[in-house]
């Protein structure tokens, strides 16, 4: 009680609340004051008119919901006062939300043109300071869904060179941005040029001057998208081209430094697609096993069921090392793990080959180790009597794959393997009789 | 020497329509009347002329700069005067008759004035205090004395002249009489008016001060004096549907009168005005002004219970014959009487009735004496009334409550969503912005600009089909007729087989009824019920938020208002403290 009351007390210096967050007397409601506030001004009537221009806001949520494009702009005709609310938050948000759901509305309207919407953007970019570059960008955006390349250059270079005080450091990420899909344009027309060489003789007295205005072009386009790609994100398509423009011009050390720094530093979010591009680069240069199996490893642990995983596999099997045997067969199961790949042939078929080897060689106590989370859901994920049946029905090859496997982890008795077991096939006979012997040889589940 | 200069140029302006052009120093017409700067400029034709008429630009260039800052010298008092001046002049064009404004409104006003020592007293504020500031800054502060009769002057002559009053632009033709104030620029520079920062910071006991709410409360003092055909609740619905200027009212102020820093906060309104609110500064405003009884309302006046009962039942579509039963009701409670109708803010404790929501509470309670609403009796008297109907087509038809519902539910869902639907799109700002310093002003202006600009663009893409036309004020907001079978009227159906006969008299088929408030709350604050809407019959609820949306007032102030009718009737029931009201009840009707 005697904490409560003194968090209710009007706190003038901040340390003491922290000594008393560190002490461990006492606890600290940041949001409190906060709450309190809110629970004040709400009190307050509100005016009129902030009820119809909240009310006006979401009738044209609703009308763009419904994709009624033209009640929506009349609902956007009357908000658009919120501009000149006296209520400076509110004022200061709304371009933010004229820009979104006015562009919606232009971008589908009927009777908009690309006109009417440079006119709109042009006009919301001036209204404050902080909105000019994101629309500018949104702009750019626009115009190259509507295949305009060069506008959305000339406005991007635009929106480059605008400053505006202490404002425009704050906004550096923007700015970068902003830079880098004017190097991406860049890149599509020297992307472009490169097909155009390609089909060019190297005698041609013209291959000399295309291929120097492309060095020209790469090498401007390299400066704008290199800034962006230093600063932690995603930017796939940013650092796709530019490691190819790199490559082009046989910097591999380079490209191979980008890719690196892309999938490995810490300050970059977690992302799939920079291991995937950093492994493709290195298996086009022939990097050595070891490597390659280092990278899709981090893959594997972001995205166990990556299509790639079947690649990692096999570089896993060719290895000599015990240790990646056995990552094999956990990345194997874990594959299987996932709903998507239950009828996967290769998986199963992989995974059948090296559990008989495992096993063969001694080695029930990794079978054992991965089958124990998942001894409980397997069977009715995988080898339910349902499953036994369409899968004889549709695909008898990967019933036999997954009757072995079935019947190695889960003995003899299960309705899976007696369901396959029981079929009688004219071509499979062989096959069939085979799983039969294994399963009585290897099977984990001793009768 | 302007007009000579511009003697070319014959269009009209675009604000004002005045042909009176001047050229500014950068060649640009202008007009010489509002200041209204155009596109267009002037062509040079002289060449040779050029240097002489730069300097005489430059030199009327900074004469005309403080002449645009600067308009009349008003008082913040003036300012409202023209408001209800606007306001009276709508009221006429209603249908009002000329003497409430010459007679009534006038009166009022002088007296509020009075009352508020503004003028025609001995002392007033403003002159008590100049005299102060005059003497500390000039010596000289003789003109000040004279000031009191000039703003009597003027107002007098603004609101007796009846015949310069059907001119729309009175007080455009009619300078202010200009009241010269010496150190103005020191003590006043934060609002276009006068008095403007002295009026927002004066807090006197005992007076009521002027807002723009309040010149409402005005119209309707005097309406009631009056006896005009017009309800609380008319004159707030006229208000919204724009035909009694109230919002933007500063828009329709003589150019000259200027409007910027304290001025804003006391004349620009951001909201509609509240039945509640209002009819409490009605009141506030009659015991403020001493207001002796007003003329009794009796039983030919629009506002009696019996007229506003026939009206309201005509409106909401219910049958003629249910007038009986509220007539009956009205002489049970004695709410007929002129003595409870008639508004008295001498009385020990002034409280005029509401007469909209009390007839309209009389038709609830009828409506509950017959078909006690509880979901239930309304139902099975509806079946009765249709087979009925369906046997006897070619004679009168009973009244279907069931169908009553059915066609109303529709009728009032359509128009309240016509009505938010406008609500949410109402423009409120001026196209004259409002802003707080000169500092200010450019920016203001230029918001103002973005936004014009801006809806311009978005007014292409709306929908092409033109938006319906002003409507032409009327007392009624419904049209029933028997052609169309959405708008079925029901006036002329019979409530046979609600009624029964008994000896010589009509009774109700149904013996029951609820109240709707048990007991009333005795606590000091200022409710005596309260309206849980999930606590009662889902018909009730639909009755109440019916009638409320067509007074457009709150739901519980209605129900309120039912209670304490019923309160009236079952006066007996109530007395017997503590014990818990009999349900059964047997009305007769003749």
């Known amino acids: 009680m005697s904490d409560f009351s003194e968090l209710m007390r009007p706190s003038t210096e901040g340390d003491r609340m922290e000594t008393c967050v560190l002490s461990g007397t006492g606890m600290h409601f940041p949001w409190l004051q906060k709450y309190l506030n809110s629970v004040l001004t709400e009190r307050k009537k509100e005016k009129a008119f902030a009820q119809t221009t909240t009310e006006c806001l979401s009738l044209m949520q609703q009308a763009l919901l419904k994709h009624q494009w033209q009640q929506a702009a009349g609902y956007m005709h009357s908000y658009l006062q919120v501009l000149e609310d006296w209520d400076v938050i509110k004022r200061q948000a709304a371009p933010e939300i004229i820009w979104k759901l006015g562009s919606e509305i232009l971008f589908y309207h009927p009777k908009s043109s690309v006109e009417t919407f440079n006119t709109f953007a042009d006009r919301m970019k001036n209204i404050g300071v902080m909105n000019y570059l994101k629309i500018s960008l949104q702009h750019a955006l626009y115009l190259l869904h509507h295949g305009m390349l060069e506008d959305a250059s000339r406005n991007l270079h635009q929106a480059e060179t605008w400053r505006y005080g202490d404002k425009s450091s704050s906004q550096e990420v923007l700015i970068n941005l902003v830079q880098a899909y004017k190097g991406l344009l860049q890149y599509y027309t020297w992307s472009k040029k490169k097909m155009e060489l390609s089909q060019l003789d190297e005698e041609d007295y013209a291959y000399n001057t295309a291929s120097q205005s492309m060095l020209n072009h790469s090498w401007k386009t390299s400066i704008n998208l290199c800034a962006l790609i230093q600063i932690p994100g995603v930017w796939d398509p940013f650092v796709k081209s530019y490691v190819e423009m790199l490559d082009f011009y046989g910097d591999r050390d380079g490209a191979r430094e980008v890719l690196t720094n892309y999938a490995y530093d810490d300050k970059f979010p977690s992302n799939p697609n920079a291991h995937v591009y950093l492994y493709n680069f290195l298996k086009k240069e022939k990097a050595p096993r070891e490597k390659l199996i280092s990278v899709l490893k981090i893959l594997y642990q972001i995205v166990p069921s990556h299509k790639l995983m079947f690649e990692f596999y096999r570089l896993l099997r060719k290895s000599e090392k015990e240790e990646d045997q056995k990552l094999g067969l956990e990345v194997l199961f874990g594959v299987l793990d996932f709903a998507g790949c239950t009828r996967n042939i290769t998986a199963w078929k992989y995974l059948a080959k090296h559990l008989r080897q495992t096993l063969a060689g001694n080695r029930l106590a990794w079978i054992q180790e991965l089958w124990d989370s998942r001894k409980n859901w397997w069977p009715n994920f995988h080898f339910s009597f349902f499953w036994a049946k369409s899968d004889w029905k549709e695909e008898k090859t990967l019933a036999c794959e997954k009757a072995l496997v079935a019947g190695i982890l889960l003995g003899k008795g299960c309705r899976y393997f007696r369901y396959i077991s029981k079929q009688d096939h004219q071509v499979l006979k062989k096959k069939m009789k085979r799983m039969k012997k294994s399963v009585k040889k290897f099977s984990i589940v001793k009768p | ?590």
């Open chain 2, 1 to 590: 020497m302007d007009l000579e200069e511009a003697k070319e140029l014959k269009e009209r302006c675009t604000q004002c329509a005045a042909v009176s052009w001047g050229v500014t120093d950068e060649g640009k017409y202008y007009c010489t009347s509002c200041h209204n700067v155009t596109e267009r400029s002037k062509e040079v034709v002289d060449t040779a002329a050029i240097p002489n008429t730069k300097i005489q630009a430059i030199s009327r260039g900074l004469k005309r700069k403080r002449k645009l800052e600067k308009g009349w010298d008003w008082y913040v008092c003036e300012g409202f005067q023209l408001i209800l001046c606007q306001q009276v002049e709508a009221l006429k064009t209603l249908g009002v008759g000329p003497e409430l404004k010459n007679d009534v409104l006038h009166s009022f006003w002088k007296r509020y004035l009075q009352k508020s020592k503004q003028a025609y007293c001995k002392n007033p504020i403003r002159t008590r205090r100049r005299k102060t500031t005059a003497l500390e800054d000039t010596p000289s502060h003789s003109d000040w004395d004279s000031e009191p009769e000039l703003i009597s002057d003027f107002i007098c002559s603004s609101f007796a002249e009846s015949e310069a009053e059907s001119q729309p632009d009175l007080h455009t033709q009619k300078p202010f009489p200009i009241i010269k104030a010496p150190n103005s620029g020191i003590a006043y520079t934060c609002s276009g008016s006068l008095d403007g920062v002295e009026y927002s910071q004066r807090k006197e006991k005992g007076i009521v001060k002027m807002t723009v709410p309040r010149t409402l409360a005005f119209c309707y003092l005097s309406l009631l004096w009056q006896r005009e055909a017009i309800t609380l609740s008319d004159l707030l619905r006229f208000v919204e549907e724009g035909h009694i200027p109230y919002i933007n009212t500063f828009e329709h102020f003589p150019e000259e009168m200027k409007l910027y820093g304290r001025d804003k906060l006391i004349f620009a309104i951001e909201s509609w005005p509240i039945y509640e609110d209002i009819y409490k500064n009605t009141i506030e405003l009659a015991t403020f002004l001493d207001l002796p009884r007003f003329p009794d309302i009796t039983k030919d006046c629009y506002l009696h219970p019996d007229i506003l009962c026939m009206k309201y039942l005509m409106e909401v579509n219910l049958p003629d014959e249910m007038h009986n039963l509220t007539c009956q009701v009205v002489k049970m409670t004695g709410i007929g009487e002129a003595d409870f109708l008639t508004f008295d803010p001498i009385a020990k404790k002034a409280k005029t009735v509401k007469y909209d929501v009390q007839a309209i509470a009389i038709i609830i309670v009828v409506l509950k004496l017959l078909f006690l609403l509880n979901d239930n009796l309304e139902w099975s008297l509806s079946d009765i009334a249709e087979k009925y109907n369906e046997k006897n087509k070619k004679d009168k038809p009973w009244f279907d409550f069931r169908k009553w519902y059915q066609v109303m539910k529709k009728s009032i869902d359509e128009k309240k969503q016509k009505w938010e639907e406008a609500r949410a799109k109402y423009l409120w700002k001026s196209e004259k912005p409002l802003y707080l310093s000169s500092y200010n002003r450019p920016v203001v202006y230029k918001r103002r600009e973005v936004v014009v600009n801006l809806q311009k663009q978005f007014s292409t893409l709306i929908d092409s089909t033109p938006v319906a036309e002003k409507q032409n004020p009327s007392s009624f907001q419904f049209n029933w007729t028997e052609e169309n079978p959405n708008r079925t009227c029901f006036h002329g159906h019979s409530l046979q087989g609600i009624l029964k006969k008994k000896g010589q008299s009509l009774t109700t088929m149904n013996s029951l009824y609820w109240l709707s408030t048990q007991k009333f709350c005795k606590s000091h604050c200022k409710h005596v019920t309260t309206y849980e809407e999930s606590y009662f019959s889902q018909s009730y609820q639909f009755v109440i938020s019916l009638f409320s949306f067509l007074l457009r007032i709150k739901t519980s102030s209605l129900h309120e208002e039912v209670s304490l009718i019923e309160k009236r009737i079952f006066k007996a029931k109530y007395n017997q403290s503590k014990k818990k009201p009999s349900k059964k009840k047997i009305r007769k009707v003749k």
